[in-house]
Each structure stands twice: as structure tokens, then as C-alpha cells.
T-cell receptor, first 113, second 116 residues
Framework: KAGVTQTPRYLIKTRGQQVTLSCSPI?????VSWYQQTPGQGLQFLFE???????NKGNFPGRFSGRQFSNSRSEMNVSTLELGDSALYLC????????????FGPGTRLTVT | AQSVAQPEDQVNVAEGNPLTVKCTYS??????LFWYVQYPNRGLQFLLK??????LVKGSYGFEAEFNKSQTSFHLKKPSALVSDSALYFC??????????????FGKGTKLSVKP
């Protein structure tokens, strides 16, 4: 079974631009979560989607948004990029919500200049 | 609020020796605890989880973790370390709160270095 895939793997953007990242979960997984990883803040939860609905949201500004499609694929969007948005963005999928373990993709490395 | 702490930024072990990576937690209610490993330029890989039951949990790649409720700890262990175990290890707790099913809250991570 294929793992979680994320595209693109690397991205360079300039301040003020917007970016869309994509995540394809493991087949049969319906829950997708997004995390931001930075050296200073570590791993921080962004949001979780299940059955095309956002179920949970972390403490990030409204510039960060996401959505999930009927095939469980998910995208996250960051508008008006800031230098501090430079990070590794990780997507994780799980069969359902709650106590199921999450399986992570390789991440998208976003650099904002 | 739920939280986990990994008191050591780095752990150094000689190959063949036992290793322990420490994790303590603070939760209201039952703790649901996880360990993940991250290799360079890779995403996180699930190692094991504690939900309920036996305090000793066995996971992938020969790792195990011991849940200790009185000490609020969930330390990761391996009897004999390999050089290939060198990586960044994260402890996490599931943020379960009333009426919802929460996200993972991660510790800061511990870098494990295994020398030949």
C-alpha cells in the first residue's frame, strides 16, 4: 500500500505570495491532519479534516486554510506569506479519528524569501 | 492542557548498549501516548502507542516503551542500540477533550546518536 504522498517536496516563495500544498493520504484513510515543523517551535498542529469537514484547528492565523476532497485528498493554503512561514509542512493520515495512529508523509519544505 | 516533555535534547549511546529516551506527560484524564521517529529529510514514522492495558508496549524496529502512571512517564527503550537508530525521536500525546477528538501534541524531540 502506498504511503502518504505530499507535493511539491520543495518550494521557494517570496513574501506576500500565496502557496498551496497537496497531500494524498493512504488509501482507505479518511482523516488528514497538517503540522508545521520549525527548529524553534517544533511540531505544531495546524488542522484536521475528516469527511471533507474541518474537525479541529490549531492556533494559527487565518492566513492558513485547508480543505479536503471527497477522495480524502487534502490541500492547505497559506496566503500573504511571511518569512516566519518557512518550515517543513507535514501531512498525516489515519483510518479514522481519535486514537488511531497517524502516518506521516515526507513533508513539503517551504522557504519564504 | 495536555503536554509532553522530553528533558534531553540529545542522547548519546554506544552501539550494542541499551538506550532510553525519556518522556513525561501531563494530561487531564487518560493519557494516550505515542512515539515517532524522524530520519533526516523524512517525515515521522510511527513506532508505538499506549492506549490502555499492559504498561510495557512493544513497537517497531525492536523498540518498546514503559508506561508509568505514578511517574507520569512513557520512556522509549531498546535493549541493544544500532547505528541506524540514530535519528530524532518525538513523544506525543493525543489531545482528547470533552466532546471532541484532538490532535497530537508533540514534545520538542530528542536527538539520538549511536556511535559504532
Amino acid at each position: 500500500k502506498a504511503g502518504v504522498t505530499q507535493t511539491p517536496r520543495y518550494l521557494i516563495k517570496t513574501r506576500g505570495q500565496q502557496v498551496t500544498l497537496s497531500c494524498s493520504p493512504i488509501s482507505g484513510h479518511r482523516s488528514v491532519s497538517w503540522y508545521q515543523q520549525t527548529p524553534g517551535q517544533g511540531l505544531q498542529f495546524l488542522f484536521e479534516y475528516f469527511s471533507e469537514t474541518q474537525r479541529n484547528k490549531g492556533n494559527f492565523p487565518g492566513r492558513f486554510s485547508g480543505r479536503q476532497f471527497s477522495n480524502s485528498r487534502s490541500e492547505m493554503n497559506v496566503s500573504t506569506l511571511e518569512l516566519g512561514d518557512s518550515a517543513l509542512y507535514l501531512c498525516a493520515s489515519s483510518v479514522g479519528r481519535g486514537l488511531n495512529e497517524q502516518y506521516f508523509g515526507p513533508g513539503t519544505r517551504l522557504t519564504v524569501t | 492542557a495536555q503536554s509532553v516533555a522530553q528533558p534531553e535534547d540529545q542522547v548519546n549511546v554506544a552501539e550494542g548498549n541499551p538506550l532510553t529516551v525519556k518522556c513525561t506527560y501531563s494530561v487531564s484524564g487518560n493519557p494516550y501516548l505515542f512515539w515517532y521517529v524522524q530520519y533526516p529529510n523524512r517525515g515521522l514514522q510511527f513506532l508505538l502507542k499506549y492506549i490502555t492495558g499492559d504498561n510495557l508496549v512493544k513497537g517497531s524496529y525492536g523498540f518498546e516503551a514503559e508506561f508509568n502512571k505514578s511517574q507520569t512517564s512513557f520512556h522509549l527503550k531498546k535493549p541493544s542500540a544500532l547505528v541506524s537508530d540514530s535519528a530524532l525521536y518525538f513523544c506525543a500525546v493525543r489531545d482528547i477533550y470533552q466532546g471532541s477528538q484532538g490532535n497530537l501534541i508533540f514534545g520538542k524531540g530528542t536527538k539520538l546518536s549511536v556511535k559504532p
